[in-house]
């Protein structure tokens, strides 16, 4: 069941009254209907270079400081896509032209489904290797790692076959609700966590934020 706490904190109503509870519920039970999400990965030894992490078996290299602190006491790494598909963004089009308030609602649901599918993607990576630990989940535009490596995790995955996700020449994900992650695998608990706004890509547009709020309230 979607979790209707986190949409409506996604939305910035953590404290919504009973009747915005009520319809965010019918949407999110709506849209666990009709929409599943789905996602594919890749799994590769790690590397620590000096330019960066350089993931072996897929041969992308991943630059920066928030790649070297996340993925420091890794061996390895998957590389994730993961999607509602393009039947969401055709259902969230056509409930934007006939009720735009339910609109929000169903894009709320939207990036609730798709980071369920993420957690969905952990816990299978985390059962094909027995015994390891992962890092928490990382994206491109996360700190200083570069945005243009979502192409890449495309490629490398064969997102566009298999679950139709591309990415634009404006570097927008295409359908709309599809992430790219990273996630590192260790042989120990992994206590090192990059959080906090300075390090989100979305720090100048996010809604909680503009809301006076963060992912960690």
């Known amino acids: 069941m979607l979790d209707i706490d986190e949409a409506l904190r996604y939305l910035g109503a953590s404290g919504a009254d009973e009747a915005l509870r009520q319809r965010m519920a019918s949407v999110a039970r709506d849209a666990e209907s009709r929409f599943a999400p789905r996602f594919t990965y890749r799994v590769s030894g790690v590397e620590h270079r000096s330019e960066g992490e350089w993931l072996s078996d897929v041969q992308l290299l991943l630059p920066g400081r928030s790649a070297r ?12 896509v993961c999607t509602l598909g393009l039947s969401f963004d055709q259902h969230l089009r056509a409930m934007q032209a006939r009720d735009m308030s339910q609109a929000v609602l169903l894009d709320t649901c939207g990036s609730v489904l798709v980071e369920a599918g993420c957690d969905a993607a952990e816990k299978e990576i985390a059962a094909r290797f027995p015994g390891v630990y992962l890092t928490d989940r990382f994206s491109p535009g996360y700190g200083d790692l570069p945005l243009d490596l979502q192409a890449a995790i495309c490629q490398l995955t064969d997102s566009q076959r298999r679950l139709g996700v591309y990415v634009t020449p404006s570097m927008l994900m295409n359908p709309q609700k599809s992430v790219t992650a990273i996630i590192g695998i260790a042989d120990r608990p992994q206590r090192a966590r990059i959080r906090g706004c300075a390090y989100c890509a979305m720090k100048d547009t996010c809604a909680l934020r503009k809301g006076g709020h963060s992912c960690d309230d």
């Open 69 to 80: 602190k996340m993925l420091a006491e890794c061996s390895h790494a998957a590389v994730l």
